[in-house]
Structure formats: structure tokens, C-alpha cells
């Protein structure tokens, strides 16, 4: 189901979905087979076997891209399997240019699975365009952006990117997990392949592990879904499943994500004991006019560091959490806390890793959809 401007919500709820053609059931069924029986060889209702196509997983690709404002979309069994399809998609010799600091799974596969193939990858500050552009050559062959960036909340300038990426005939790709569809959508600012930790927002209750790649280029699509079928890193269908009823409660549960966030944002920078706040939403945060910009809201991740930088205060303050839960991921309808230098990060050298700002005593919240008034009480008696 898709119409020309129809609000968010509405598409939450409708994207990619129709009645079930046999039953008339209103959610798409989960369709628990292997194969499909042919009515003569090669004579199919569009289905022959499930790795390469399923009509749960269909329907879920296609409800991702209408969200993204895109036309295809291709959905896999992690975030990092998604990363791994595009990585595929590249040569021995290509050079991939990344923001410094990134997600620490990412830069895993990066530099611990593909350098050894040949693809060189390099990481910089993208705040500054002219960085990028200098490190640009003929072997360039992809831009990779986190905005916001893991964990420290900085803003990438998606449509200037764009610019800077066409200009040298590079592609850009946007892991848009932090902000979703319902905050930000970077195909309409320019980028050619958007990715999801499906696992995250999307799904949305910590019950999934699930990654999807989104595109409007039909030679991308066709790149991505061959490579799909070949290594067959997909979704199942059941999972598939509980992502599309997700989806049904994006907007509401992105509202309240904003709306928490923004709360216990203020409240942090109000501590005596917080060092330094990282949220897009303050005023004074270097790149608050590009996430005004590019985005409809500044989401629920929040990373702040303690006075001390001490891991010892850090680790201490968030194993007296009551109501945050000490765990790895983000996104889910629970509010989280990790340590990124010991959890998410710990694959990134300390080196590189304190350069771009995660020092040991930074905590990285993924604020659910609690009472905002519990929150701030279990961050209180953690803090005092």
C-alpha cells in the first residue's frame, strides 16, 4: 500500500502490508517454508524458495523502503550482515572513507574481515568536508556516514555530503539506526544506499536481531539481492514477522524516545558529577543547525562523561542502576546503559578511540519509553 504523501503514522502502519489473498488476514501471515511448489517447472507464483525470496520477508523489505522514502529493500539476519552485503559489492584495491567515530562492530568488519582483502579503509572527522575531499583518489569507492555517530552524538551534513560524493561519482551510504525513518530519511538528502540496525528502533522490543540495506538505484538492488541469495545471510520469517508489527508503533514509540531523551539530556547537563553531554538537541552542540536541518527530532541516545574519567566511576554508577539495565544494543522500548570503551567499542583501539572522544568514563544511555520521572530518579540515586 502506497500513497503519495501519506504521513508517517500512516505508513507505519500500512507500509508494505496487504490483506492475506487467502484468508483475509489483516497482518501478513508468517510464511514458515522452505519452498514453494511450482505449478510446471520454472512456473512459480513469484516464490521458489525461501532463501531467496519469502513473502514475510517480502513484505517487511518492502514496508523499510516506503519508509525510506526508497524502492527497494533487502533485509538480512544482523546489521553487521547488511554491512557485510555492501562490503561485497566492492574489489580488491577500493577504498572506503568513514567517519572516526564509528560503530566498533563496523569498524570490526571493516578492518578485521576486508582489509585483508585488499579494500583499504580510512577514518576521518567528516565534520570537515575538505578532510574528506583530501583523502579522496581514483580508488575511492564509498562513503560511509553514521549520523548520529556511535557514541558520540556528532551530526554528518548528509545533503553536503551527497554533493562532495556525486562530485567524485563515490557512493554514499547513511546507517541511519539512530535516527530511523521517522527522524531522518538520508535518500532525500542524497545518499544511495541507506542500512538499519533492524535490531534496534525498528523492531524496537530486544526481541530481534535483524540488518536491511535500502536503495532507489534498481543496478544497486540488483547487486545487493544477488549477493543476498549467493551468501544467504538473510532474515527469517518469523523474525520477519515481529519487525512489521514494530513498525506499527515507530511514531509513537520515536515520540516518546525524543521526548524522554530531551529530559534526561537537561537533567545531565545540570549535574555537578557530568563532565560533558553529547545530544544533538542542546543549542551549543557543535552541529545542533544540521541536525535541525536534516532531522524532525533529536532522538533518545545520550553519552555523557563523568568527572574523573575514571572506568572505575563509570562502571561503579552504572552497576547502581535500577531501572536502566547494563546491556549491550539501544533502541528497544527499555531504557539501556553501556560503557563504550569496554562494551560496543572495545574492538576500536584506545588510541583511535579516546581521539574521537570516547574516554573511560564515558556512558552511553539508549533512553526508553518509561515514565520520564523514574528515569530521573534512577539516574539520581546512580549519581549520588
Given amino acids: 500500500m502506497k500513497e503519495e504523501n501519506m504521513k508517517f503514522g500512516t505508513k ?3 507500509a508494505g502490508v496487504d490483506p492475506d489473498p487467502t484468508t483475509g488476514a489483516i497482518m501478513t501471515p508468517i510464511y514458515q517454508t522452505s519452498t514453494y511448489v511450482q505449478e510446471k517447472v520454472g512456473q512459480h507464483k513469484g516464490y521458489a524458495y525461501s532463501r531467496t525470496l519469502n513473502p514475510t520477508r517480502h513484505a517487511l523489505e518492502k514496508a523499510l523502503a516506503e519508509l525510506e522514502n526508497a524502492k527497494y529493500g533487502a533485509c538480512f539476519g544482523s546489521g553487521v550482515a547488511a554491512i557485510d ?3 561485497k559489492m566492492l574489489s580488491p584495491g577500493d577504498e572506503v572513507i568513514s567517519t572516526n567515530d564509528l560503530y566498533g562492530g563496523s569498524y570490526r568488519i571493516f578492518t578485521g574481515v576486508f582489509e585483508k582483502f585488499g579494500i583499504k579503509f580510512h577514518f576521518v572527522d567528516m565534520s570537515d568536508l575538505d578532510k574528506v575531499e583530501e583523502i579522496m583518489n581514483v580508488n575511492t569507492k564509498l562513503i560511509w556516514v553514521e549520523t548520529p555517530t556511535n557514541p558520540m552524538m556528532n551530526i554528518i551534513d548528509i545533503e553536503a555530503l551527497a554533493t562532495l560524493a556525486k562530485k567524485h561519482k563515490v557512493l554514499l551510504g547513511v546507517d541511519n539506526t539512530f535516527a530511523t525513518p521517522f527522524l531522518q530519511n538520508p535518500m532525500d538528502l542524497g545518499a544511495d544506499i541507506v542500512m538499519h540496525s533492524v535490531t534496534k528502533y525498528l523492531g524496537g522490543h530486544s526481541d530481534v536481531v535483524m540488518g536491511a540495506l535500502i536503495t532507489s538505484d534498481k543496478t544497486i538492488a540488483d547487486e545487493i539481492y544477488r549477493i543476498q541469495n549467493s551468501s544467504g545471510g538473510i532474515a527469517g520469517p518469523m523474525d520477519s514477522f515481529l519487525v512489521l508489527r514494530g513498525l506499527k508503533t515507530l511514531h509513537l514509540r520515536m515520540q516518546r524516545h525524543c521526548e524522554n531523551g530531551e529530559v ?9 558529577k557530568v563532565e560533558n553531554v553529547y545530544w544533538p538537541g542542546f543549542e551549543d552542540h557543535p552541529d545542533h543547525n544540521i541536525a535541525n536541518k536534516q532531522m524532525r527530532g533529536f532522538g533518545g541516545m545520550i553519552s555523557f562523561s563523568v568527572k574523573g574519567n575514571q572506568v572505575s566511576e563509570a562502571h ?9 539495565s547494563l546491556a549491550e544494543s539501544l533502541g528497544g522500548v527499555e531504557s539501556l546503559t553501556c560503557h563504550p570503551a569496554t562494551m560496543t567499542h572495545a574492538a576500536i583501539p584506545a588510541k583511535e578511540r579516546e581521539a574521537a572522544g570516547i574516554v573511560d568514563s564515558l556512558i552511553r544511555l539508549s533512553v526508553g519509553i518509561e ?8 539516574l539520581k540515586q546512580a549519581l549520588a
Fill in 316 to 324: 561503579a554508577i552504572m552497576e547502581k542502576f535500577k531501572v536502566f
Fill in 12 to 14: 507505519a502502519i500500512h
Fill in 264 to 272: 534526561i539530556a537537561n537533567f545531565l547537563k545540570s549535574h555537578p
Fill in 85 to 87: 552485503c555492501l562490503m
Fill in 371 to 378: 515514565d520520564a520521572e523514574d528515569l530521573i530518579n534512577d
